[in-house]
């Protein structure tokens, strides 16, 4: 049962445009939400998080948007660089102890 | 704090063979995870503990798995009679609140 969804396996974007990931969910306890970064050969690492009380949260270049209506979050990144080059995972949680169901992933490749 | 450590990085070993992976957590991360990936996929729960005690597993987790946390510390997971299935990367996390911290993770190979 996939409750988190990236529909969208990979994005291309050039150097100092924006990037926008979606994320679709289904489990609507979910109340914990998450951006995860991976490269290669390197475990995930977190990049940013939302809860469901909001619905924005911005950390620098990194925004996460919340449309708990739709179950929909999309984190856009501003302005892209090279180095944002990645796969993106989405992931979502509920009572902040239980486990945490990821996506499958959005390669995104910010071209110079 | 080095963070979240597995060893080893990388395993080959033949169906049928039994394979452990350790899990070194941050030291005051209460709660560790098990995740598997596959290629074009994200991370699968397996399993959690919050200290010694494990209080969630997956359906993914069949009888072959087993996974241990004996002091709250560092933890195991074993693969008996592994299977070409099981090749994958086993990722390992560990957490005092809502963000999980991963290893670089552990890839099986099953010949």
């Known amino acids: 049962d996939q409750q988190v969804k990236q529909n969208s396996p990979s994005l291309s974007v050039q150097e100092g445009r924006i990037s926008i990931l979606n994320c679709d969910y289904t489990?609507?306890?979910?109340?914990?939400f998450l951006w995860y970064k991976k490269y290669p050969a390197e475990g995930p690492t977190f990049l940013i998080s939302i809860s469901s009380i909001k619905d924005k949260n911005e950390d620098g270049r990194f925004t996460v948007f919340l449309n708990k209506s739709a179950k929909h979050l999309s984190l856009h990144i501003v302005p892209s660089q090279p180095g944002d080059s990645a796969v993106y995972f989405c992931a979502a949680r509920r009572d902040a102890i239980g486990d945490m169901r990821f996506g499958a992933g959005t390669r995104l490749t910010v071209k110079p | 704090d080095t963070g979240v450590s597995q060893d080893p990085r990388h395993k080959i070993t033949k169906r049928g063979q039994n394979v452990t992976f350790r899990c070194d957590p941050i030291?005051?991360?209460?709660?560790l995870y098990w995740y598997r990936q596959t290629l074009g996929q994200g991370p699968e729960f397996l399993t959690y503990?919050?200290?010694?005690?494990?209080?969630?597993k997956s359906r993914l987790l069949s009888d072959r798995f087993s996974a241990e946390r004996p002091k709250g510390s560092f933890s195991t997971l074993e693969i008996q009679r592994t299977e070409q299935g099981d090749s994958a990367m086993y990722l390992c996390?560990?957490?005092?609140?809502?963000?999980?911290?991963f290893g670089a993770g552990s890839r099986l190979t099953v010949l």
């Open positions: 489990n609507s306890m979910f109340d914990y």
């Open positions: 503990f919050q200290n010694e005690a494990q209080l969630e």
């Open positions: 996390a560990s957490s005092w609140a809502n963000v999980l911290t």
């Open positions: 030291s005051e991360h209460n709660r």
